[in-house]
Nanobody
Framework: QVQLVESGGGLVQAGGSLRLSCAVYGRTFSNLHMGWFRQAPGKERTFVATITASGGSTYYSNSVKDRFTISRDNARNTVYLQMNSLKPEDTAVYYC????????????????WGQGTQVTVSS
């Protein structure tokens, strides 16, 4: 069974930083394109960032560009999201996702999903 497990969420003041991790179990990680999405209560799930299987290419939502960095360590089967200069509007449940075929900004392209980790940014 394929499992994606997020960790690293928490409460932080505006301007602070957090690093989220997502560990993948149950299948080969190095050939999975990975993405991060987020969802606030009452809102749709939105794209945050994606990274190709090799780590050679990344793409970010305009709302997080220049503040967040996605990376991966294929030896540890883990993808990361480094979040700097956090803003209250970044508050959401953050989900990692994986797909064999696409490194995409559309959630329906991804086959595997984690359970999410809460990030709360206070003013």
């Amino acid at each position: 069974q394929v499992q994606l497990v997020e960790s690293g969420g928490g409460l932080v003041q505006a301007g602070g930083s957090l690093r989220l991790s997502c560990a993948v179990y149950g299948r080969t990680f190095s050939n999975l394109h990975m993405g991060w999405f987020r969802q606030a209560p009452g809102k749709e799930r939105t794209f945050v960032a994606t990274i190709t299987a090799s780590g050679g290419s990344t793409y970010y939502s305009n709302s997080v560009k220049d503040r967040f960095t996605i990376s991966r360590d294929n030896a540890r089967n883990t993808v990361y999201l480094q979040m700097n200069s956090l803003k209250p509007e970044d508050t959401a449940v953050y989900y990692c996702a994986g797909d064999q075929y696409h490194s995409a900004s559309l959630d329906y392209e991804y086959d595997y999903w984690g359970q999410g980790t809460q990030v709360t940014v206070s003013s």
